[in-house]
């Protein structure tokens, strides 16, 4: 059972199989935990969010559509939980998440595409560097760079994954990667 | 291009979850499963409440009208106002209460109210079981 697929886990436990999900759980516990602080910036909050993400999950696995993806399915459960605690503790405004994208055509367009330099992958602090460079963004530019290249959905299943127009997500991940690269270029190596 | 920022990406440290999330987790889902069975006792539970305070209402006054019936009540008066006859014959007058006793109701209506009892029990645990989880949940945020 536990090299079968997310939807045949599914299967087993609507079946009655207890135990498919807890595979499903080990299988992407971290992977959701990673993906919440990513969105809420807060370690306990994360935990908690994932649990809650779980949750759901368990609680409306019946009503998952086995024609799409369950990671899809539960990345949206999980982006839905992150909101749901923003709002409620409203460590955020709604707008934050809204309305953000401009229509800005040479934004849109340009994206420099230029290899990165061969001295940032040398750095010894890579990894705190990227990290303070990516903190930088804004959450929505950040997640959709996150869910594409960390979590390797595409845009399709981003745009279902945030519930929104894919051509939303484009625009995001093109902001995000000109941000992302005047932060890595702003610096002196 | 697409290269570089995905090689960039694995870069990145993954955040680490505390060694308990798992067990966490499994163990939220368990208890979320059983406040669902509670919430399906507290209806079942309100139900039969409600069912056995009727009966237990219905079996007081029909034991009010069978110890009328019976002359219960008359032969008790006796002891107030007849006390030293029935001090000198407690014995028979005992056996005259006992007999006038409308033992049947007595018995129906002490069921109903082990019954009325027993149902609030059961449901006021299931309401302080799902009252303690929502007080949880909402100091996590929820």
């Given at each position: 059972m536990d090299n079968d697929s997310d939807e045949k886990l599914v299967e087993?436990?609507?079946?009655?199989?207890?135990?498919?999900?807890?595979?499903?759980?080990?299988?992407?516990?971290?992977?959701?935990?990673?993906?919440?602080?990513?969105?809420v910036g807060d370690a306990n909050a994360a935990e908690d969010i994932t649990q809650e993400t779980f949750v759901k999950t368990w609680k409306n696995l019946k009503k998952f559509d086995k024609n799409k993806k369950f990671k899809t399915w539960?990345?949206?459960?999980?982006?839905n939980s992150c909101i749901d605690y923003l709002r409620k503790k409203k460590t955020i405004p709604f707008s934050r998440f809204e309305n953000e994208d401009g229509d800005n055509i040479f934004v849109d367009n340009f994206v420099d595409s230029s290899p990165l330099p061969d001295e940032l992958f040398k750095r010894k602090d890579l990894s705190s560097f990227l990290e303070g460079a990516i903190n930088k963004l804004p959450v929505n530019h950040k997640m959709v760079m996150f869910l594409y290249y960390k979590n390797e959905f595409n845009f399709r299943e981003i745009a279902e994954i945030l519930n929104e127009p894919i051509d939303t997500i484009k625009s995001r991940y093109?902001?995000?990667?000109?941000?992302?690269?005047?932060e890595i270029g702003d610096y002196e190596y | 291009m697409e290269k570089d920022y995905k090689k960039l990406f694995m870069n990145?440290?993954?955040?680490?979850?505390?060694?308990?999330?798992?067990?966490?987790?499994?163990?939220?889902?368990g208890k979320e499963e059983r406040m669902t069975v509670a919430k399906k006792r507290i209806i079942f539970f309100s139900f039969l409440l409600i069912v056995s305070s009727f009966g237990l209402v219905y079996s007081f006054i029909a034991v009010q009208?069978?110890?009328?019936?019976?002359g219960f009540f008359q032969f008790f008066s006796l002891i107030f106002s007849d006390f030293s006859i029935v001090a000198t014959y407690w014995q028979n007058f005992l056996l005259t209460l006992l007999e006038s006793l409308p033992v049947i109701a007595v018995v129906i209506s002490l069921v109903m109210l082990s019954l009325v009892l027993g149902f609030s029990t059961f449901l006021m645990k299931d309401i302080q079981f799902i009252n303690s989880n929502n007080i949880i949940r909402k100091n996590h945020g929820f």
């Open positions: 087993y436990f609507l079946d009655g199989e207890k135990r498919a999900l807890e595979i499903l759980i080990f299988r992407y516990f971290k992977i959701i935990y990673n993906f919440c602080y990513r969105y539960l990345f949206q459960i999980a982006k093109r902001r995000g990667l000109i941000s992302l690269r005047k | 990145l440290e993954d955040a680490k979850p505390s060694d308990e999330l798992f067990e966490k987790i499994i163990l939220r889902i009208e069978a110890l009328v019936n019976s």
